[in-house]
C-alpha cells in the first residue's frame, strides 16, 4: 500500500489501481483498491489509495453500504461528491441483488411446482422428500431435499419442513416426495403426514400449499384432491 504523500501518478503503472483493473480483472483487486478507484482522487495529505485504506480501518464494508450521505460526509477526507459517489455505488448493489432475486421462478399452479420438482425425484430408486420454500408472491426462496429414505418411505419430520421455512423466512412451502415404483396414488401415511404439516403450518404461520407425490412422469397434487 502506498505511503502518505505519494501520488497515484507517481506510482509504477502496474501498482495503479485503475491500471491493474483494466489488465488483471476487478477479482484481481482488493477493497481498498476497489474504493479507491470509486473515490478518483485523494486530499492533500493523503493519496486515494492511503484514504481508501483508512475509510476500511474504521468502518466495515456493511457499515459504510448502511450510512448516509451525511454520514458519509463525517468521514475525514470525504467530499460531498465522494460521500455520493459512496452511496451511488452501495444502491447500484443493491438493485443487482433485487433483480438477482427476481429471476428465481414463480411457482403459480401444482404443474409447476411438478416441473421444479421432477428432475430432482423422477429418477430417484429411494424416496426423497422435499420442500419448495416460497415467499408471500409466490417466488421461490429456496429448494431443499429435506431427507431420503429407504425403498419403501421416506422420514419427515414437521419440525424439518418448518424449520428451514422460518431459516428462509418463507412465507409458504410445498412439499413433495416420490414413489420409486411409479405410482403416484397417494398411501394413507401421505395424507396422514399433509394432515400434520398443515396444522403445523398453521401454528407456524407458514401456508402449506401442496403436497406432490411423483411417479413415473406423472403427479398427484393433495391440494387438487382436497386434502389441503
Known amino acids: ?6 501520488r497515484i501518478k507517481d506510482l509504477p503503472p502496474a501498482e495503479r489501481p485503475r491500471e491493474r483493473l483494466i489488465r488483471h480483472g476487478s477479482r484481481a483487486l482488493s477493497n481498498a483498491e476497489l474504493l479507491a478507484i470509486i473515490l478518483r482522487t485523494g486530499t492533500k495529505q493523503e493519496n486515494v489509495l492511503s484514504l481508501a485504506a483508512r475509510i476500511l480501518t474504521e468502518y466495515s464494508l456493511k457499515e459504510l453500504a448502511a450510512a448516509s450521505v451525511s454520514e458519509l460526509r463525517k468521514i475525514h477526507g470525504i467530499s460531498d461528491a465522494k460521500a ?14 433485487e433483480e438477482r432475486g427476481n429471476d428465481k421462478p414463480v411457482v403459480k ?62 412465507s409458504r412451502v410445498i412439499v413433495a416426495h416420490n414413489h420409486p415404483s411409479g405410482d403416484p ?25 401442496d403436497h406432490l ?6 403427479y398427484v397434487s393433495l391440494r387438487d384432491m382436497g386434502y389441503i
Open 213 to 218: 407425490i411423483v411417479g413415473d412422469g406423472r
Open 1 to 6: 500500500m502506498a505511503e502518505y504523500g505519494v
Open 109 to 170: 399452479s401444482s404443474g409447476d411446482a411438478f416441473m421444479l420438482l421432477h428432475p430432482r425425484l423422477a429418477q430417484s430408486r429411494v424416496e426423497v422428500f422435499a420442500g419448495i420454500y416460497l415467499n408471500s408472491k409466490n417466488r421461490v426462496l429456496r429448494l431443499v431435499e429435506i431427507s431420503t429414505g429407504g425403498l419403501e418411505a421416506s422420514v419427515v419430520k414437521p419440525r424439518e419442513v418448518f424449520r428451514i421455512a422460518l431459516e428462509e423466512s418463507a
Open 84 to 97: 455520493c459517489q459512496i452511496a451511488a455505488c452501495f444502491e447500484l448493489a443493491r438493485r443487482l441483488a
Open 185 to 209: 396414488e397417494p398411501s394413507s401415511e401421505d395424507i396422514a403426514i399433509t394432515v400434520a404439516l398443515k396444522r403445523a403450518g398453521e401454528l407456524l404461520g407458514v401456508e402449506l400449499l
